[in-house]
């Protein structure tokens, strides 16, 4: 499975941005769907996931209630709409997939497998 996120950019604090991640060669059935961000000299952390099949979402909890996950099966696609957003938001998003993942390692990076390209978001204050 390849993947490829696009939608970064600047942004005022208070802004939104959706970020889009579209995967191709090969079928989600089973898959979790993640977004990951790194924020310059810190370590890459979780920011939300959705079960491919059954589509159950987890977030983390830096962005319950501004962060909104979607997916659009058709097109193999997930969204992560941003709203309210800060500057500790600024980070380089990336999106990754995850097969046969179980609930309790949702958000634990060594669970994915397939990575894409990360897609730079800056808030600026």
């Known amino acids: 499975v390849q993947l490829q996120a696009s939608g970064g950019g600047l942004v005022q604090a208070g802004e939104s941005l959706r970020l889009s991640c579209a995967a191709s060669?090969?079928?989600?059935?089973?898959?979790?769907m993640g977004w990951f961000r790194q924020a310059p000299g810190k370590e890459r952390e979780f920011v939300a996931a959705?079960?491919?099949?059954?589509?159950?979402?987890f977030y983390a909890d830096s962005v319950k209630g501004r962060f909104t996950l979607s997916r659009d099966r058709a097109k193999n696609t997930v969204y992560l709409q941003m709203n309210n957003l800060k500057p500790d938001d600024t980070a380089v998003y990336y999106c990754?997939?995850?097969?046969?993942?179980?609930?309790?390692?949702?958000?634990?990076?060594?669970?994915?497998?397939?990575w894409g390209p990360g897609t730079l978001v800056t808030v600026s204050s």
């Open positions: 990754a997939a995850a097969p046969r993942i179980i609930n309790s390692a949702i958000g634990i990076l060594s669970s994915y497998r397939n």
């Open positions: 959705i079960k491919w099949s059954g589509g159950s979402i």
């Open positions: 060669g090969g079928t989600l059935s089973g898959f979790a």
